[in-house]
């Protein structure tokens, strides 16, 4: 389309230049990495405040 190959092929040509990734690096980039972080740490504070509303709850 347009004069463009294909997004498989743009896709694999990609995955070509950046090799194969290095024994004991889980992220390829930093902003997957940071990505991740965010989330668990999301996750992880809302966790507590849920069980700090469960076990702290003034319900009278």
Do not use: C, N, W
């Amino acid at each position: 389309m347009f004069g463009r190959p294909p997004i498989e092929e743009r896709i694999a040509a990609r995955q070509r230049e950046l090799g194969p990734l290095k024994p004991g690096k889980v992220f390829p980039h930093a902003p997957a990495r940071m990505l991740f972080l965010v989330s668990i740490g999301i996750v992880v504070v809302t966790h507590f405040a849920a069980l700090s509303l469960y076990f702290f709850d003034s319900g009278g």
